[in-house]
């Protein structure tokens, strides 16, 4: 190696570690600036620092630097942090109130939905109002659109159902609760409804969620049976993310190996949701056990548990029901069912 060579590489070996060391100082001025709420290098900073700078580089060049440098540390760091879901308590700390007529849920005293698996007849969903008005309830839920695991079984009576919950909230004054199974349900089920049931089998039918999200009315979403408590978080934020924060989560029950019940009540569920979102949570107890002997227990755990009310099917005459025939409650067995919950 000539001279001139041999100085070059001393040159380009003195630069590496310059900036090699520079690096790692901009990296410890990063972790300050970058995920810092507020702008700390300010003109107070700039002053101070240039006053006492002797250096090559002119006062504005220095001080345009450094803000450079902040504001692509500051962009990286927002980048990495993603803003917290609306649906989360790190968004809104306050518990939601949701309001379905004269029904508050999510507040201080419990706010219970019964009513018929599916709407079948007019005396039939009359039957279960009247007992509903005189327990002193608000709502009443009932199917007009029933997703069946058959094709075969009753599909529900569909804009008659919900003709029938309508003429039902006029004649009881109760609020009423229907499920919708496709996005154009929407436009033909806002006047009839006070709010919106999305099943469990479409928890994660996207386009239905966005649609309900477009509207303004309470939304009751129910838990996937296969879904993720992170997964039904999502799920509701579809719903809030297109301007609809009236969502109340309904646990109803996931499956596993266990037979005993027709799914697993997951009760951790409950307080899960709770800290998580400030949204309200309800908890299906027909859904979720399919069997009227643990009901009334079930009812009582997912209360004690935090739940903001419970969700179960009662029938006017069981036998004869057109779904869920082993799991609606009489209105006999209801009364019992109610007076040990209240
Ligand atoms: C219902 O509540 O009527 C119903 C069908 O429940 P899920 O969607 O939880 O199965
Ligand atoms: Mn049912």
Do not use: W
Request: charged share 25%.
């Amino acid at each position: 190696m000539d001279n001139m060579n041999q100085d070059d590489a001393l040159v380009r070996e003195k630069l590496m570690e310059i900036d090699t060391a520079l690096l790692e100082l901009l990296d410890g001025r990063a972790a300050i600036t970058g995920h810092s709420g507020k702008r700390i290098d300010d003109a107070d900073h700039y002053s101070k620092l240039l006053s006492n700078y002797e250096g090559v580089y002119d006062a504005d060049f220095v001080q345009a630097l450094l803000e450079s440098l902040t504001d692509a540390s500051s962009r990286q760091a927002s980048a990495e942090e993603p803003p917290p879901l609306l649906v989360s308590r790190a968004h809104q700390s306050a518990d939601t109130i949701i309001r379905i007529g004269d029904a508050e849920i999510g507040g201080n005293a419990p706010a219970h939905i019964f009513g018929p698996c599916a709407v079948e007849s007019y005396n039939q969903v009359a039957e279960v109002a009247s007992d509903l008005k005189q327990k002193g309830l608000k709502m009443i839920r009932g199917g007009a659109f029933k997703p069946r695991t058959s094709p075969y079984d009753f599909q529900g009576l569909g804009e008659e159902g919900l003709e029938i919950l309508r003429k039902t909230k006029e004649a009881h004054g109760l609020a009423v609760v229907s499920e919708i199974v496709a996005p154009e349900h929407v436009s033909m089920a806002e006047h009839q409804l006070d709010a919106f049931q999305i099943g469990a089998r479409n928890m994660q039918n996207f386009e239905l969620l966005k649609a309900v999200g477009r509207s303004r009315k309470p939304v009751i979403l129910k838990r996937g049976m296969s879904a993720t408590i992170e997964e039904f978080l999502y799920a509701a934020e579809y719903i809030l993310a297109e301007g609809n924060g009236n969502v109340v989560f309904c646990e109803r029950g996931i499956r596993t190996f266990e037979k005993s019940t027709r799914n697993t009540l997951d009760i951790s569920a409950v307080p899960l949701l709770k800290q998580a979102s400030h949204l309200p949570v309800l908890v299906d107890v027909t859904h979720s056990t399919g069997r009227k002997e643990i009901m009334s227990d079930c009812a009582k755990a997912a209360i004690a548990a935090g739940a903001d009310g419970i969700m179960a099917e009662v029938h006017p005459d069981p036998a004869v029901a057109l779904s869920d025939r082993a799991q609606q409650m009489s209105l006999e067995e209801f009364d019992k069912f109610y007076f040990s919950l209240i």
